[in-house]
C-alpha cells in the first residue's frame, strides 16, 4: 500500500509540474513613463531604453535626462517637440549628448540641429553616438562605458515667444554594434583610487647600496638645483643695484651744484 501511495504522490507532482506558468511571468513588465525632465546636469532624470517621455515644458527651458551605456551599444535619441501656436518667428533647436565628463559626444547619425518655421507644428531632432567602447587612450574622447546626458534645448528663439507652453518627446534606443570591432578592456579605471587617508610606507633602503655614495650624496642634499631661475634673479638683482647707485650719485652731484 505505501508503494502505491507514494506513485500516486509523485503522479500527482509531476502533473502539477507539468502545468504552464502564467503567461505574464515571462514578459517583464514596461517601464512606467516618465512625465518629467532636469534643468541641470545634477538633477537629470533617469531613463531607460525604449522608455516612453512624455514632458510638458515652455518654450527657452534646457530638459536633461541621464542613460547608462555598455561596450558595443551605439546609444540613439529622438525627441519630438510639439509647438505651440501663435508663435511670431523660427526656432532653432538642438540636442546634445554628454558623457560622465561633460565631454560633449559627436552625432554620426540624426538631425542635431533643425530649424522650426514659424507655420511648423512639431519638430524632430536625433543624435546617434559613436560605438561605445570598452577601452581607449587617455588623449581621445571615444564614448566608454558609463552615465551620459541628454539636454533638449532652442538655441534660437523670438523673445515673444519665450515661455509658451509646449509638449516634448523623447525615444532612447541602445542597439548593439560591431562587437568584434572592439578588440580590447579597460583594464584600470579612469579616476584611479587614491584612497584617501591611507599612509604609503617608503620602499627600504638596499642592503647593497654603497656608504661611499650614500654620504656624498646627503652631504649635497642642502645645495640648490641651480637652474635658469637662479641666474635671472641674480643678474636683476645686480642689475637693480647699480641702477639704485647711478640714481644716487645724480641726485648727489645736483644737491652740491
Not at 532624470?45 to 527657452?60: E, K, L, R
Not at 546634445?96 to 518655421?117: H, I, K, M
Request: charged fraction near 20%; charge should be negative; include cysteine.
Amino acid at each position: 500500500m505505501r508503494i502505491k501511495h507514494l506513485a500516486v504522490t509523485g503522479a500527482a507532482i509531476v502533473g502539477i509540474m507539468a502545468v504552464p506558468a502564467p503567461a505574464f511571468a515571462d514578459d517583464p513588465s514596461p517601464a512606467p513613463a516618465v512625465n518629467t525632465a532636469g534643468t541641470s546636469f545634477l538633477t537629470a532624470v533617469s531613463i531607460t531604453a525604449n522608455q516612453p517621455v512624455q514632458v510638458g515644458a515652455v518654450t527657452g527651458d534646457y530638459l536633461y535626462w541621464q542613460f547608462n551605456a555598455s561596450a558595443g551599444q551605439r546609444p540613439e535619441a529622438t525627441a519630438t517637440v510639439n509647438l505651440p501656436d501663435g508663435r511670431t518667428g523660427d526656432e532653432s533647436w538642438i540636442i546634445e549628448v554628454f558623457d560622465g565628463l561633460r565631454r560633449r559626444q559627436a552625432c554620426v547619425a540624426g538631425e542635431q540641429s533643425p530649424v522650426a518655421t514659424k507655420d511648423a507644428a512639431q519638430v524632430t531632432l536625433g543624435c546617434r553616438l559613436r560605438q561605445v567602447r570598452s577601452w581607449a587612450e587617455p588623449q581621445d574622447g571615444d564614448p566608454l562605458p558609463g552615465t551620459y546626458y541628454v539636454r533638449l534645448s532652442s538655441t534660437q528663439t523670438p523673445e515673444k515667444d519665450l515661455g509658451l507652453p509646449l509638449k516634448v518627446g523623447l525615444t532612447l534606443g541602445t542597439p548593439d554594434g560591431d562587437l568584434d570591432a572592439d578588440q580590447g578592456e579597460l583594464a584600470a579605471p579612469l579616476v584611479p583610487n587614491n584612497q584617501p587617508g591611507a599612509v604609503l610606507t617608503a620602499p627600504a633602503p638596499s642592503a647593497s647600496a654603497d656608504p661611499d655614495a650614500e654620504k656624498s650624496s646627503f652631504s649635497a642634499d642642502w645645495l640648490p638645483d641651480f637652474s635658469g631661475r637662479w641666474f635671472w634673479t641674480a643678474g636683476g638683482g645686480i642689475i637693480a643695484a647699480l641702477t639704485g647707485l647711478f640714481g644716487f650719485s645724480l641726485t648727489r652731484r645736483r644737491r652740491r651744484a
